[in-house]
């Protein structure tokens, strides 16, 4: 099984749902980066259970210890270990179903593959272990911030609810107009993002998304949606040109969260209705720097950051584990069988997601941002 993700920058994440903790090691991250304790909590507090009626009930603190790599509130370039206990796991709910696998779920694979699996609360295959990695996604966002770079994710769209164009357009606008050698504010963006309980950048559509996911709650269902994530700041030269190419780490970044079954970078499949004349993303020269009129290719192109903001988006299907009779089997009969699952879930799974996407983009950024050199030694 591998739980190590990065090249320079690697993070090991590990731990189950119902388990004593679950937690991470970051090994080399820089020496002297600046980063408390609270730093990585208020990134962890997003994440966190029990935030809202549009998700779970279960009641995690998740409060972040510190066993090693920090001193002094600075890193000291050894491996970083985050610690997470759990302390609200009730594995009472799943023992009616440990024969049979959930619709829609990773039960039946893991115990195919692994033949030996924690069932409580779906073990590792539960989105549970995604706090390590928004642990280590803090430190990363850290590293970055030092050299100018700036990640923002926002849920577009809740089951049938859509943000309005301009309301992106607007976000896009300030961010295309970023010049990389100048600090940048996104704060009153993040603001209305975290205003509400599904960060949307539109507070009028987050009420309606709202409304959307509490609808399939109350029926004993889930919603999915789509999260876009752009990080901005990024100079040309991030990434290489085959096998490491920036944009497919970022797409296994990416696609290695629970419940992501898609993405697209820049605009994605809208490309493949256009043509080259339209596609195209053309070179201008703008506050004394290269960069392009449109940004099309989500600034990646050849695998390599081109300097322009980088955009991609996720599709979050619906949370597997709902409350409505399903069908499925037994796997130690091997008979038919109906399963109703019960215990705490999210209805939706996207807005707790928002931070774990910043988080992996995050690592991934300063991964490639360690190999090319932008990031050293820190203070």
């Known amino acids: 099984m591998s739980n190590t993700f990065g090249k320079l920058f690697r993070v090991t994440v590990y731990g189950e749902s119902h388990g004593a903790s679950v937690g991470c090691v970051i090994d080399g991250c820089p ?74 779920h990773g039960d039946f694979v893991w115990r195919k593959k692994f033949g030996h699996a924690d069932w409580r609360g779906g073990g590792r295959s539960s989105a549970r272990e995604t706090a390590a990695r928004v642990a280590a996604g803090a430190v990363a966002k850290k590293l970055l911030k030092n050299s100018g770079i700036e990640i923002i994710a926002y849920s577009i769209s809740i089951g049938n609810v859509e943000v309005d164009e301009i309301d992106r357009q607007k976000l896009m606008n300030k961010i295309a107009n970023i010049n990389i050698n100048k600090n940048f504010d996104m704060s009153d963006w993040k603001s209305t993002i975290e205003s509400n309980p599904v960060r949307c950048i539109s507070k009028r559509k987050a009420k309606l998304m709202e409304n959307e996911i509490l609808d399939a709650k109350n029926n004993g269902d889930s919603v999915g949606g789509v999260i876009e994530v752009v990080a901005a700041g990024i100079p040309a ?22 419940a992501v079954k898609g993405i697209e970078i820049g605009a994605g ?28 290719c989500g600034g990646i192109l050849g695998g390599i950051s081109n300097g322009m903001p980088i955009i991609a988006r996720i599709a979050v299907k619906p949370t597997a584990s709902i409350a409505r009779k399903q069908k499925t089997v037994n796997i130690k009969t091997m008979k038919a069988a109906e399963i109703e699952i019960e215990g705490r879930h999210d209805p939706c799974i996207v807005p707790r997601a928002v931070p774990v996407v910043e988080a992996m983009i995050a690592i991934v950024l300063a991964d490639h941002g360690i190999i090319s050199g932008l990031i050293r030694r820190q203070g």
């Open 31 to 104: 020496s002297g980066l600046k980063i408390k304790k609270e730093d990585i909590q208020k990134e962890l507090d997003r994440r966190k259970p029990g935030q809202s009626a549009v998700t779970t009930e279960r009641k995690e603190e998740d409060k972040v210890k510190i066993l090693s790599g920090i001193f002094e509130d600075k890193t000291l370039g050894t491996p970083i270990s985050l610690l997470i206990w759990n302390k609200d796991a009730d594995s009472s709910k799943y023992l009616k179903i440990i024969e049979t696998p959930r619709p829609g």
């Open 237 to 258: 030269g991030l990434g290489e040109p085959i096998f490491a190419k920036l944009s497919s780490d970022i797409a296994a970044a990416l696609m290695s969260i629970p």
């Open 269 to 296: 499949f809208e490309l493949a209705k256009m043509r080259g004349s339209e596609s195209n993303d053309e070179f201008i020269i703008a506050e004394g720097i290269v960069k392009t009129k449109t940004n099309n």
